[in-house]
T-cell receptor
Framework: DTEVTQTPKHLVMGMTNKKSLKCEQH?????MYWYKQKAKKPPELMFVYSYEKLSINESVPSRFSPECPNSSLLNLHLHALQPEDSALYLCASSQQGLETQYFGPGTRLLVL | AQTVTQSQPEMSVQEAETVTLSCTYDTSENNYYLFWYKQPPSRQMILVIRQEAYKQQNATENRFSVNFQKAAKSFSLKISDSQLGDTAMYFCAFDGGTSYGKLTFGQGTILTVHP
């Protein structure tokens, strides 16, 4: 089973809202990732968690706040977003670094 | 820093024919992995094939195969017997060395398979 699930599939939020994206995997993977993807562009790495600790933060604005409550779950908390933050947000997981990353279906976010 | 270049923004092929997507990369590392990912219009990113740099044999997965030229830093994807379901954006990606766990993607190639 190589499934990574993400909820919600779609999200519309205003610039003053607070919302959260959720990602879950049950493959026993110890590394989890958040990416942002604009249309017809490659994914851009935002955060990497390794063994439930934040190991990479790609200088992401503080309005994005990641959280890894346990080894199977990854959240991305959103607050005071800008319209330019509208994108597809992808979660991925891998056994560890230098291993295949498996992607979820993504959450399509629209900020009004 | 590693870079990955896909020089073909768009390609098209007739059903049942063969097509090759190009990818070159630049790295000073010796131990790394290369990947081809497929992202169909439904937008879920799916692994197509993976190549470990230390392996000389080219990876193959059913209709998909790679031509890995380590010295030339080239990693092309060949799709044989193209099917309509192969229509997607294809990304070449690199993982290794100081970017351990951090995928570097190419800009992608949009492949359209025509009936």
């Amino acid at each position: 089973d190589t499934e990574v699930t993400q909820t919600p599939k779609h999200l519309v939020m205003g610039m003053t809202n607070k919302k959260s994206l959720k990602c879950e995997q049950h493959m026993g993977h110890r590394a989890m990732y958040w990416y942002k993807q604009k249309a017809k562009k490659p994914p851009e790495l935002m955060f990497v968690y390794s063994y439930e600790k934040l190991s990479i933060n790609e200088s992401v604005p503080s309005r994005f706040s990641p959280e890894c409550p346990n080894s199977s779950l990854l959240n991305l908390h959103l607050h005071a977003l800008q319209p330019e933050d509208s994108a597809l947000y992808l979660c991925a997981s891998s056994q560890q670094g230098l291993e295949t990353q498996y992607f979820g279906p993504g959450t399509r976010l629209l900020v009004l | 820093a590693q870079t990955v270049t896909q020089s073909q923004p768009e390609m098209s092929v007739q059903e049942a024919e063969t097509v090759t997507l190009s990818c070159t990369y630049d790295t000073s590392e010796n131990n790394y992995y290369l990947f081809w990912y497929k992202q169909p219009p439904s937008r879920q990113m799916i692994l197509v094939i993976r190549q470990e740099a230390y392996k000389q044999q080219n990876a193959t997965e059913n209709r998909f195969s790679v031509n890995f030229q380590k010295a030339a830093k080239s990693f092309s994807l060949k799709i044989s017997d193209s099917q309509l379901g192969d229509t997607a954006m294809y990304f070449c990606a690199f993982d290794g060395g100081t970017s351990y766990g951090k995928l570097t993607f190419g800009q992608g190639t949009i492949l359209t398979v025509h009936p």
